[in-house]
């Protein structure tokens, strides 16, 4: 309690170093299961605006060996000079930036009661963001971090990992087997140099429904995207796994194969529809089980079981895809036959419960 007193001390004297203004108030915006901390922070004069957000790094995150994101800078001037939806910036000192305030209405909450034509509506809105994003080109001076980083082999087999760790045990009640383990990692494999074949293109990276917000500030409000900083460069249909295959919002399938359909002839690398539908899947394979392995890793070794109501609609999008691509693919085999027989439900454990 001690160590989070001083932090936020520390915040809002850095808060007040780069504004000039007073703070009033601190509150904590719920956090993901990254390590930065937010605040919604309120300032006491009438100066406009009246709240921003704080995206702050603790100490211990920027000293940290494990491999961080890029800054947020200057991916997001990039976006914002190039006329995409993002936030205004106003004050950055590294650890901490000052981010305009979008306000809590995101497009996962804002669809829970939304009607099946405005539902659609929105979904069409974000859907043509990503070729907007993909068009992009580097910039010869001041790159982003985000055209050299990039979706490949070495990224794809840590996801391979996390599954095999976090998600095959409790699936399966007991650890993978070696021949099961080399089985599943050559699956991973042989999405990512299928994959690696095709273009790549500038992605968000976790284009999903929370992470697009609503301006509140305008008559008709706009999606504005934000959690930048991971934008790296990956086949074209990545984005629209994040959204389409979002464990945090069900689609009707036929929603999904549609707006696929309409947004397929605006991405710039023209492919074919059976190539499209079939990348589309590899890669839900993917990211869906990173996705539901960081779930599980959640609640049994963190204790943090908020993302436990999403692990059915997690299974749920894996069957899809695992079902066309196994008859696509057999090199996936290993990894789509487990998807197809896995339980529908997991009993989740805590830490000391698991098996070893």
């Known amino acids: 309690m001690e160590a989070e007193k001083k932090e936020r001390l520390n915040v809002q004297a850095q808060i007040e170093k780069l504004t000039g203004r007073s703070v009033m108030a601190l509150e904590d915006v719920e956090p993901g299961l990254g390590h930065r901390h937010f605040f919604r922070v309120r300032f006491g004069d009438q100066k406009k605006p009246r ?53 809590n209405t995101s497009l996962e909450n804002r669809v829970l009661t939304a009607s099946t034509t405005e539902r659609k509506s929105l979904y069409r809105e974000a859907c043509a963001l990503i070729p907007r994003l993909q068009r992009l080109q580097a910039p010869s001076v001041k790159k982003p971090a ?83 900083q991971g934008a790296f460069l990956a086949p074209p249909e990545y984005d629209l796994v994040c959204l389409l295959r979002d464990s945090h919002v069900t689609l009707p399938e036929v929603e999904v194969i549609s707006l696929l359909e309409e947004t397929r002839p605006d991405l710039p690398d023209q492919v074919d529809k059976e190539t499209f539908l079939r990348r589309f899947d590899l ?51 290993p990894l789509t036959h487990f998807l197809l027989t896995a339980p529908e439900t997991i009993e989740i454990p805590m830490s000391d419960e698991l098996p070893r």
């Open 283 to 333: 890669i839900t394979l993917v990211r869906v089980c990173k996705d539901l392995s960081h779930y599980l890793h959640a609640a049994t070794q963190l204790s943090d079981r908020r993302y436990l109501p999403f692990v059915p609609q997690a299974l749920s999008n894996l069957r899809k895809a695992a079902e066309r691509a196994d008859t696509r693919d057999p090199e996936v085999g």
């Open 146 to 228: 985000a055209f050299e980083r990039f979706w490949n082999q070495e990224l794809v087999l840590t996801k391979a990992t996390k599954w095999l760790e976090w998600s095959f045990p409790l699936l399966q009640g007991r650890p993978a087997h070696p021949q099961e383990r080399t089985e599943i990692r050559q699956a991973f494999s042989f999405v990512a140099q299928t994959l690696s074949q095709g273009p790549q293109r500038l992605a968000h990276r976790d284009f999903k429904a929370a992470n697009l917000h609503f301006r509140n500030e305008v008559s008709t409000p706009k999606l504005t995207m934000i959690d930048l």
């Open 51 to 103: 709240s921003m957000i704080a995206r702050f790094e603790p100490t211990a995150a920027l000293s940290s060996e494990t491999p961080s994101e890029p800054p947020l800078e200057p991916i997001r001037a990039f976006l914002e000079k190039r006329g995409l939806p993002v936030p205004r910036s106003y004050g950055d000192n590294g650890p901490l930036q000052l981010l305009e305030d979008l306000g």
